[in-house]
């Protein structure tokens, strides 16, 4: 950054003026033209301050005033989202910049990423010290844009759905998997039925997919779920897509919702999925884990009573056994079962059966484990 040296001629010093006076603080190089007698004048005015160091140039033709708290050594800069907001005529800052301006993630971004509908010469550019990221949408894809102010500034930026929307289109872009999850965790502060437009308007199976997995994997508080999945399921496309595009197309292939789980992510204290298949049912017939379960899907033995035993007589080809009270076979069997294929299980691990007493017991295969049924995953 240039230091500032040398006087401001009255023409200079009227044009900072009437520009900060307007409450620009970064403008283009056509919107000086009107405060000079040419655009050749107004081409070195600008040159000159910028010598002086009262304009910082970002790119070419966009400006940033350095204001009288920039001290002598003019050092300054302001908010990327701003900045980001000048660097395309149309366009949103979107992904994961978006999605923690909006508190759906605490990962912060290392780069500005913005949606735009024309193609840059660079697609990165690095402006004081941050680098921006352009990236080009078909038409249909950009919308769900809102107006924001920062530090006296206006920007666009995706919306809270169109957010969401966008991690399923680009989880690559979103923190991959696990942030996608982070959005999802969300949910209470999203408009489904904008979120059930938006997903209309992108025409995109895949999206479906990713979405429709993680949400009839997680207890989530969304309105009318059973009803939203669906209608989701009806949407899908054919073949499978990639839980997190980028990442080597490995793990199981959940076939309810067409969606191979290639990431591994982790909700809380129990991993969500595993990016390998499991290979050895122990894993998930342990106790522990069986519990780890059943308390992530909100089981807890104070709400439903259900007794732990292992090691005690049980029928053969079982190791163990859960007692499960208060809870619907049906309901209980999905729960649980969408937890075990996302933690990688083809097979559930378990047998489930209605003693007939407002009881439930759970039976830990330790062999030949049943089949996962379709409509349970």
């Known amino acids: 950054m240039s230091e500032r040296n040398g006087r401001l001629g009255p023409q200079e010093q009227r044009f900072l003026r009437e520009v900060a006076g307007s409450g620009m603080r970064i403008f283009r190089t056509e919107q000086a033209y009107p405060h000079f007698a040419s655009k050749a004048r107004a081409r070195k005015a ?8 009262w304009l910082m140039r970002l790119e070419r033709g966009l400006y940033l005033i350095v204001p009288l708290e920039a001290g002598p050594e003019g050092m300054w800069a302001e908010n990327p989202l701003a900045i980001a907001h000048h ?6 800052v979107g992904y994961l910049p978006a999605m923690y301006h909006w508190g759906m993630t605490k990962q912060a971004p290392a780069e500005m990423l913005v949606q735009t509908l024309r193609r840059r010469f660079r697609p990165r550019v690095t402006i004081l010290g941050v680098q921006y990221q352009f990236i080009l949408l078909v038409d249909r894809k950009l919308f769900g844009v809102t107006t924001q102010t920062i530090d006296g500034l206006t920007f666009r930026i995706t919306d809270r759905e169109k957010t969401l929307v966008d991690a399923c289109d680009r989880p690559d872009l979103c923190g991959g998997a696990q942030g996608l999850v982070d959005a999802l965790l969300s949910s209470e502060e999203l408009d489904w039925e904008k979120v059930d437009t938006y997903l209309d308007r992108m025409r995109s199976g895949a999206i479906y997919k990713r979405l429709g997995y993680l949400v009839d994997s997680l207890d989530l508080p969304i309105p009318d779920l059973q009803w939203r999945l669906d209608q989701w399921r009806r949407s899908l496309s054919e073949g499978v897509a990639l839980l ?14 067409r969606v191979r789980v290639n990431a591994q992510v982790e909700v809380g204290e129990l991993a969500q999925w595993k990016s390998e298949a499991v290979t050895d049912l122990r894993q998930l017939t342990s106790l522990p884990m069986v519990t780890a379960v059943l308390e992530a899907v909100g089981l807890e033995e104070k709400q439903y009573g259900f007794h732990l035993r292992y090691g005690t007589y049980a029928p053969e080809g079982v190791k163990s056994e859960i007692k499960v009270e208060g809870l619907g076979l049906a309901d209980f069997t999905k729960r649980i079962a969408s937890w075990f ?3 990688g299980a083809t097979e559930l691990p378990i047998r489930v059966v209605d003693e007939g007493t407002g009881e439930l017991t759970v039976h830990l295969l330790e062999e030949a484990p049943a089949r996962l049924e379709e409509d349970h995953a």
């Open 46 to 53: 600008l040159s000159r301050l910028e010598s002086k160091g």
């Open 87 to 92: 660097l395309t005529p149309v366009g949103a």
């Open 244 to 257: 997190e595009p980028g990442r080597k197309p490995d793990g199981p292939i959940h076939t309810a919702w």
């Open 341 to 343: 294929t996302a933690l």
